[in-house]
């Protein structure tokens, strides 16, 4: 009895510091890997537990009873109805099974299901481009129509022509092109700048995605444009502006410091009302160093790799709206630019660990989805539009190609030799990083991680700041 006693006792006390452990999973521990923080990472200092508690009996009971509901009550009398109806369901099911089993990967906030379900949304669009791939250009065209009969009626406008009276320029022609899409543009680049946070690589993207416009304005229509609206209008004003803008509001939220109370501390209604408001931003910021002096050729070409494909994702929304011929506006198009921005946060995020952190030898499941996104959404373009590809040559794709890598190489070789010449020690210091390499650590430098870097993000410990964004009771007062 007395050893049945001390085994309890030690289970109580192995249980305890596991549920330690995870509502504080920042702490080191040798079998947590980096790449376990950064494909799922924990939440950090709980304090409404109600909302982090396992709930999947309940979640089964309700799912299921809704299920029952709608199944016994839903009119079945129309098959096409029956057929989105069963669509939709799967979807739900989907998303349910994706917060139970998915990684959250590198965010928490709101909460690590918004995040799951995002993995989840991801798979589904993986799984659907897979389907479309093995399907006749008339069946995918008639899969869409079924979806929208409108677009029955819709085609693309060859014979729109783009691009023309470019000598006529004038401010009042300048400014009736600041239409709804260079609001879009603008933000768009506010969302990229704000991914990406290197002004170098975000230049060398928007400089180079001009030059993508020419090489393929010959297949594309719309991408013939003048030289004052692709220079002026759209490198200096929507991606200038939304560079600049971008990059500053993460100076600001980058020098603000993150400690965050619990709202069971903060006793005044608007103090709870602002706490609760703020769970929907970032619980801290880091300051990205994609380069630096010291970097290895493998950092290097890693980065070179993120602005081809970072213009191979943005060719891709435009050919696959002409090649399945829907206009911009079209709830498909929008739909999948809104879940592509949504996926593309975690996974840039989860490239920057694995190509700067020395601990992190995988790349991030999120990141590997979206990559094979990517792929897939371009094999599809080519499946579906050889008729198209046909008016072009290879070596025009070819010279893209080594076009895209040798401006990446200058622009990257650039930064890295402004970081090297023109920095002082201080920004130097700041922008160092551990170097990336193909070797283990040894034991001491995993037991040293925690001071070596930051284990939830990959960047030294001091880069990581907080600030208590919701005074406590006392300091209000």
Not at 299 to 327: D, G, Y
Request: proline share 4%; net charge neutral; aromatic share 14%.
């Amino acid at each position: 009895m007395s050893g049945c006693g001390e085994n309890q006792e030690e289970a109580r006390a192995r249980m305890k510091a596991d549920n330690l452990f995870q509502m504080h999973p920042s702490r080191p521990r040798k079998q947590k890997s980096v790449f376990s923080e950064v494909n799922e990472r924990g939440v950090d200092d709980i304090t409404l537990e109600v909302f982090y508690k396992p709930h999947t009996i309940t979640l089964l009971l309700v799912s299921i009873c809704v299920i029952m509901y709608i199944a016994f009550t839903r009119n079945d009398v129309d098959i096409q109805d029956n057929i989105w109806a069963g669509i939709l369901c799967v979807g739900f099911y989907f998303l349910i099974i994706s917060v139970l089993a998915f990684p959250n990967g590198p965010f928490t906030r709101p909460h690590p299901a918004i995040w799951r379900m995002v993995f989840g949304a991801s798979v589904i669009y993986l799984c659907t481009l897979l389907f479309l791939l093995f399907q006749r250009y008339e069946s995918v065209m008639a899969i869409f129509r079924w979806l929208d009969p409108g677009l029955k009626n819709f085609h693309i406008d060859q014979e729109k022509e783009y691009g023309v009276n470019c000598s006529d320029v004038n401010l009042e022609k300048i400014w009736n092109h600041l239409d709804v899409f260079a609001v879009a543009h603008f933000l768009g680049w506010l969302f990229k700048a704000i991914l990406v946070r290197h002004w170098g690589i975000l230049w060398a993207i928007s400089f180079m995605w001009e030059f993508t416009e020419v090489q393929f304005a010959h297949l594309l229509p719309n991408f013939k444009e003048c030289w004052w609206d692709a220079l002026i209008l759209d490198v200096f004003i929507c991606n200038g502006l939304g560079i600049w803008l971008g990059l500053k509001i993460c100076s600001i939220l980058e020098m603000r410091e993150y400690k965050w109370v619990s709202i069971r501390d903060i006793h005044s209604t608007t103090g709870k009302i602002k706490r609760a408001v703020l769970q929907f931003t970032p619980e801290n910021w880091t300051h990205m160093r994609w380069l630096d002096p010291k970097c290895t050729y493998m950092r290097f070409f890693a980065v070179c790799q993120l602005v081809i494909f970072w213009q191979v994702s943005e060719l891709n929304t435009f050919f696959l709206k002409h090649i399945f011929e829907m206009p911009p506006s079209h709830p498909i198009v929008v739909g999948r630019l809104a879940l592509v921005g949504v996926i593309v946060a975690p996974s840039v995020r989860q490239y920057y660990i694995y190509v700067t952190d020395t601990q992190c030898k995988r790349v991030g499941t999120q990141c590997w989805v979206y990559g094979a996104i990517m792929f897939l959404e371009a094999v599809l373009c080519i499946k579906n539009g050889r008729e198209l590809f046909s008016r072009t040559q290879a070596s025009n794709i070819i010279i893209w190609l080594l076009a895209q890598l040798f401006c990446a190489i200058v622009v990257v070789t650039g930064c890295v030799l402004w970081h090297f010449y023109f920095k002082n020690e201080g920004e130097k210091s700041r922008d160092s990083s551990p170097v990336k390499n193909l070797s283990s650590p040894s034991d001491d430098d995993e037991e040293d991680i925690s001071s070596h870097s930051d284990y939830r993000s990959g960047t030294t410990a001091d880069q990581t700041v907080r600030r208590r964004l919701v005074p406590s009771e006392s300091e209000e007062n």
